[in-house]
């Protein structure tokens, strides 16, 4: 048994999703709790430009969040987080990065989506753009921690990312990004992740189908049916010698 991925069919498929003349629907989370910290900036000014793009943004505030203990999932901040994630068609994360790693603040946020809908994730097609913020020379260590959590969370992860380097000279008195190489990347990946977004919306349950989860919803209905059957023909046999 093998998937029918013929051209055609694959077509079929693709255009079985009618254009949406919606906004992209973006989330955005970062890794810190200070209300000035320059990944909260980063974060105020990848929303400016989102809305520039036409896009719905949510900015997610994880002050409050509580520390993830697999238990307090009627915390307020815990609902909104999961509403918000589910609401989102495409996602920027940004962290600083702290002993060469994503910050404890951003890691719990993702701790606290949901992982218990059977093998399917609560960000499944969703896509992704990473950044990062770094005090000192440039590093890319936290965007590709960001891109292993975005890969075990399916998503669609674009290939642009920014990272900027001694963030403290990058941002001018009122919290902005100054004209930079660092500002024009921000720019190009927030620009790929729409239009990424806009193309993939309406596709991401076809593309994210897989072999193997559609053969174990296929044996387990055909263990069903053998069950009914057997049980059916239990009952009809009780009739007869009676």
């Known amino acids: 048994m093998l998937p029918r991925h013929t051209r055609s069919e694959i077509q079929r498929r693709l255009q079985k ?29 990848v929303a400016e430009i989102l809305q520039y793009f036409d896009a719905e943004v949510r900015l997610f505030d994880p002050a409050d969040l509580p520390l993830y203990d697999g238990v307090n999932f009627e915390h307020p901040k815990v609902h909104q987080l999961r509403e918000w994630s589910a ?17 404890a603040v ?20 969703k896509t992704l753009a990473v950044m990062q913020i770094s005090g000192g020379s440039q590093s890319f260590n936290t965007v590709n921690s960001l891109r292993v959590l975005g890969r075990w969370m399916r998503m669609f992860t674009i290939p642009n990312q920014s990272s900027i380097a001694k963030a403290w000279q990058e941002f001018d008195e009122l919290g902005r990004l100054k ?26 349950d076809y593309l994210t189908e897989r072999f193997s989860e559609a053969k174990g919803e296929q044996l387990v209905a055909a263990e069903g049916t053998v069950k009914n059957t057997v049980v ?6 009780s009739h007869k010698v009676a």
Do not use: M
Request: some cysteine; aromatic content about 8%; overall charge neutral.
């Open 87 to 103: 609401w989102s068609q495409g996602q920027v994360w940004i962290s600083p990065e702290i002993h060469g790693n994503i910050s």
């Open 106 to 125: 951003f890691k719990n946020q993702i701790d606290w989506l949901p992982l218990d809908q059977s093998a399917t994730r609560a960000t499944q097609g």
């Open 179 to 204: 004209d930079s190489s660092f500002r024009d990347r921000v720019i190009d990946v927030l620009e790929e992740l729409v239009k990424t977004t806009i193309l993939l919306r309406g596709q991401s």
């Open 232 to 237: 059916s023909c239990g009952l009809a046999g």
């Open 17 to 45: 999703s009618s254009p949406s003349s919606e906004p992209a629907k973006i989330l955005i989370l970062y890794g810190s709790l200070r209300p000035n910290s320059f990944s909260r900036l980063l974060a105020n000014q």
